[in-house]
């Protein structure tokens, strides 16, 4: 049974930093496909970023470009998202997902998804 744990979140004041880890277990992470997503409160879930298992990363939403970071670290089952510059309406459940097959951007190909973990950034 594949299962995700993300960890890391927390309360940020503006223009802080945050890791957000996600660890992989219940087979091979290294041919997994992952995703960070998050929801804020009241509305839709929405991506963040895509990485391949190569560790070629996308990030979809315009409005964390140069800001946040995905990477992986297949030896020891990780991704991880890497947020700066952290703004209040960052503030949402972030979801690390995964899936077999290239799953792009949409949240519905994802086979596999964590419980999720909150990041609040005050202003």
């Known amino acids: 049974q594949v299962q995700l744990a993300e960890s890391g979140g927390g309360l940020v004041q503006t223009g802080g930093s945050l890791r957000l880890s996600c660890t992989v277990s219940g087979r091979s992470f290294s041919n997994l496909f992952a995703a960070w997503f998050r929801q804020a409160p009241g509305k839709e879930r929405e991506i963040v970023g895509t990485?391949?298992?190569?560790?070629?990363?996308?990030l979809f939403t315009a409005a964390v470009k140069g800001r946040f970071t995905i990477s992986r670290d297949n030896a020891k089952n990780t991704v991880s998202l890497q947020m700066s510059s952290l703004k209040p309406e960052d503030t949402a459940v972030y979801y690390c997902a995964a899936d077999g097959a290239y799953s792009g951007s949409d949240g519905r190909f994802y086979a596999y998804w964590g419980q999720g973990t909150q990041v609040t950034v005050s202003s």
């Open positions: 990485i391949h298992w190569s560790g070629r990363s996308t």
